[in-house]
T-cell receptor, first 111, second 113 residues
Framework: QKEVEQDPGPLSVPEGAIVSLNCTYS??????FMWYRQYSRKGPELLMY????GNKEDGRFTAQVDKSSKYISLFIRDSQPSDSATYLC???????????FGAGTRLFVKA | DVKVTQSSRYLVKRTGEKVFLECVQD?????MFWYRQDPGLGLRLIYF???????EKGDIPEGYSVSREKKERFSLILESASTNQTSMYLC????????????FGPGTRLTVT
């Protein structure tokens, strides 16, 4: 079993839709949860990070962590064509060097 | 803004060649990382360095080595390139103790023929 599982998609939605991206993880020792966005032919860029459980909102983006079920989510409201990218979830332990990345979900937002 | 640069965007090398990939960051980060990214496998850690001249193996170090002589520069070396090392190589850096956010370079797409 992989430490982080993420549906590779692709996920195709119309402009304005609410998008839900999800990951599950297996090791309860992880405390930091991150979402990266990667445009084609570019390196990943940090979108959001949360520490422990709960929600965090930043504009149209909401990150949610449920440690009891080892489930992390990213919601995108009012999705735009510019949101079309691959979204990578990532988990890390406190102060640790190692970050485990999901394989990424490819999202297409159609105008 | 944090800036991580990589020496080449695209590189084509022949089997058996020695390959150098360079990464430079301009934000005085102590920690630097080399990953490879393959479809369906995500990012896999090759090596990381937590300070100058310090290095640690990641999950897939075989066939690779690294060098960190200066804080801002982290080099990945393929001692004898093989076709199974064809991949996207990504460098990242971070400062310890800040939520583990890593900042990535644009990547080098290496093809070994």
């Amino acid at each position: 079993q992989k430490e982080v599982e993420q549906d590779p998609g692709p996920l195709s939605v119309p402009e304005g839709a609410i998008v839900s991206l999800n990951c599950t993880y297996s090791n309860s020792a992880f405390q930091y949860f991150m979402w990266y966005r990667q445009y084609s032919r570019k390196g990943p860029e940090l979108l959001m990070y949360t520490y422990s459980s709960g929600n965090k909102e930043d504009g149209r983006f909401t990150a949610q962590v449920d440690k009891s079920s080892k489930y992390i989510s990213l919601f995108i409201r009012d999705s735009q064509p510019s949101d079309s990218a691959t979204y990578l979830c990532a988990i890390s332990s406190t102060g640790g060097f190692k970050t485990i990345f999901g394989a990424g979900t490819r999202l297409f937002v159609k105008a | 803004d944090v800036k991580v640069t990589q020496s080449s965007r695209y590189l084509v090398k022949r089997t058996g060649e020695k390959v150098f990939l360079e990464c430079v960051q301009d934000m005085d980060h102590e920690n630097m990382f080399w990953y490879r990214q393959d479809p369906g496998l995500g990012l896999r850690l090759i090596y990381f360095s937590y300070d100058v001249k310090m290095k640690e193996k990641g999950d897939i170090p075989e066939g690779y080595s690294v060098s960190r002589e200066k804080k801002e520069r982290f080099s990945l070396i393929l001692e004898s390139a093989s076709t199974n090392q064809t991949s996207m190589y990504l460098c990242a850096s971070k400062t310890p103790g800040q939520g583990n956010e890593q900042y990535f370079g644009p990547g080098t797409r290496l093809t070994v023929t």
